[in-house]
């Protein structure tokens, strides 16, 4: 077996065992007095069904509502299951102080109800705050910034997106709430970081799709660049023309030199398109390096701002050492679930939000849309808008 396939079933494997320990435990919490046996074992067979649901829908294929509908109730138990664990490690660490203080003391004859109340409760808040998240994936918002431009840039108004994931869980209705934002913005240029498809996407909606998308008319065009889900399952090539039907100017390892004005001798604005990070692992072909992407530009060195998209935010310093003015990245969700957020703050030197690195500034944004569950419980789906103003 490849990586891939000893990664993918170390998952699978985790996903049955986390699934197996939390049944067992939710058997023996309603054991007892005072919870009949059918809603024992009907509890029970629920969980495991549910818990059956998510790899079954990957097995099947199609965009029919019943598949979406699978599909959104194995996802969305993926994320209860979560907060199930938080909820029942809370218990756990609020059980050992109980131990050591003594704040709370149960009767022996009362240990059962209150294993009861507890299973309830934490069940009860898991699915409360599973659907806030849910909820919380449709009502996506705008986060407007302002960065200085040099001398005959701005004014100019960038948004740019990311991770809008469309697929099965965000359809063109979806799309279309998200337009809906951009749309009273009236942008100088939209700009996609990647993960834009899914590889649910089905080629039916790509003309549903582009006819959202054809509502904005930047002046600059609508570009992009593909993330790594565009890849996944191979379907790079596949991916990158359907982004081209639905309207989205792509560049790969690409650069574009765009006049800001209609003056004689306007100045120009340099868009840089990485490829992404995981390109090379699917296709043997390494990416370009951000200055082979820039000699590659008719003109790029005369340019008086330097905008890049690069989906994954590694290596800001590439950016850097580049002249790189704005990097815009997606990738992380900002973690989307709570507490991934915490591991993301880890692993990346920006894993969200707006940063600096001499004159080179970064945003990485949380994503217009969601991976996986569309729930979400670290802050909120975004556009954004960047407006370069003079100093």
């Known amino acids: 077996m490849s990586p891939v396939h000893y990664i993918f079933v170390a998952i699978l494997g985790l996903y049955a065992a986390v699934n197996v320990a939390l049944i067992i435990r939710l058997y023996f919490a309603l054991r007892g007095p005072g919870i009949a046996r059918p809603v024992q074992l009907g509890a029970c067979l629920l969980a495991i069904l549910l818990s059956l649901v998510h790899p079954l829908s990957r097995m099947v294929e199609g965009n029919d509502l019943w598949v979406k509908a699978l599909t959104f109730a194995g996802t969305f138990w993926l994320a209860f299951v979560l907060h199930v664990l938080l909820a029942w ?32 409760g934490i ?11 849910a909820v919380n994936t449709q009502y996506p918002v705008v986060r407007a910034i302002e960065l200085p431009a040099p001398a005959g ?3 100019l108004r960038i948004v740019a997106l ?12 979806f799309f ?13 240029i939209v700009l996609f970081a990647g993960d834009i498809i899914e590889y649910d996407f089905d080629p039916s909606d790509v003309e549903a799709t582009a006819a959202v998308l054809q509502r904005l008319k930047p002046r600059l065009g609508i570009w992009g660049v ?23 100017r792509l560049l790969v390892d690409e650069g574009a030199s765009l006049p800001i004005s209609a003056a004689e001798t306007p100045p120009h604005l340099l868009l840089i398109g990485r490829n992404d990070a995981s390109a090379e692992r699917f296709s043997g072909q390494p990416r370009k390096t951000i200055d082979e992407i820039i000699a590659s530009v008719p003109g790029a060195a005369a340019a008086q701002f330097k905008i890049m ?12 050492a580049a002249g790189v003015d704005l990097q815009i990245s997606g990738h992380t969700h900002n973690g989307q679930l709570f507490p991934f957020n915490l591991l993301i703050a880890a692993l990346y030197e920006n894993g969200y939000g707006h ?11 949380s994503g217009a849309g969601t991976w996986g569950p569309r729930v979400r419980t670290t802050g909120r789906a975004e556009v954004l808008q960047i407006d370069l103003v003079g100093q």
């Open 226 to 248: 593909p993330g790594n889900h565009e890849y996944i399952g191979n379907r790079g090539e596949l991916s990158q023309r359907l982004l081209k039907q639905i309207g989205i």
């Open 309 to 320: 998209l690069d989906h994954q935010p590694w290596h800001l310093e590439q950016a850097e």
């Open 162 to 173: 990311s991770d809008t994931h469309l697929g099965r869980l965000a359809p063109p209705g």
């Open 176 to 188: 279309a709430r998200v337009v809906d934002l951009i749309e009273p913005l009236h942008p100088d």
């Open 89 to 120: 490690g809370l218990l756990g660490i609020f059980r050992l102080f109980n131990h050591g203080f003594g704040w709370l003391v149960i009767a022996p004859e009362r240990r059962g109800y209150w294993r009861h109340v507890s299973c309830v």
């Open 355 to 365: 940063s600096t690195r001499s004159q080179t500034h970064y945003w990485v944004t």
């Open 153 to 155: 840039v701005a004014p």
């Open 123 to 133: 069940i009860g808040t898991a699915l409360v705050w599973s659907v806030i998240g």
